[in-house]
């Protein structure tokens, strides 16, 4: 039978990229994960718990920054002492080029998708959507963003370190669970969205 076949283990880190990101995310340079995950419960706390504002954080901490980077300079000419290491502070046309190109990927994509609902009525599309955007929605009335970007970093350093040790056994559970979904989507196809009205395909070409 096809369904006992083992299913193959793939590399997670390999799927992450295979750089440094996946090494931080898989723990193997701890120091990285260590940093993340201290900053943000950091963070948590400060614009959570304490109450702090984060445009007053964000100017406090430019702020000191400029006043110390001031008095180095100032001290370096007095004292014949290097200046401040600091980078070379402009953004490439490279990057900004990489950037828009990778948004404008995402941008049409999406486009895409509420073309293929408006004017191809494409339920099935609909309805993955629609189901998608309600969750969305859900989620956010239980948190707020940060709360939600700090679950999100947690589960981050968490769950490809989780699937990397134990994928055969997650693999097993998530072939069963996409099953069901299966089913019960064919169950939902068949009994409501074939038995909705579609335009025809002279319709659509009159369009």
Not at 157 to 167: A, G, M, R, T
Request: aromatic share 12%; glycine share 6%; net charge positive.
């Amino acid at each position: 039978m096809g369904d006992s076949n083992p299913i193959p283990r793939i590399s997670v880190h390999q799927a992450l990229g295979g750089g440094p990101v996946a090494d931080v995310l898989l723990w193997r340079k701890w120091c990285g994960g260590v940093v993340i995950l201290a900053s943000a419960m950091t963070f948590w706390y400060l614009f959570e718990r304490a109450g702090y504002n984060f445009l007053s954080f964000v100017a406090n901490v430019l702020l000191l920054l400029v006043v110390i980077l001031f008095f180095w300079a100032k001290s370096a000419s007095l004292l014949n002492r290097p200046l401040p290491p600091l980078p070379n502070l402009e953004i490439s046309e490279k990057t900004v080029g990489k950037v828009a190109d990778e948004l404008r990927v995402w941008i049409n994509y999406a486009l895409l998708i509420a073309h293929d609902i408006a004017i191809g009525r494409n339920l099935k599309l609909f309805f993955k959507v629609a189901v998608g955007l309600w969750l969305v929605s859900y989620i956010g009335s239980l948190f707020n963003f940060l709360s939600l970007v700090y679950i999100g970093v947690i589960l981050s350093l968490s769950v490809p370190v989780v699937y990397d040790k134990y994928q055969h056994h997650i693999d097993e559970k998530l072939s069963v669970t996409h099953r069901i979904i299966q089913t019960q989507y064919r169950k939902i196809d068949e009994r409501v969205l074939r038995k909705l009205p579609l335009p025809s395909s002279k319709e659509k070409k009159m369009q």
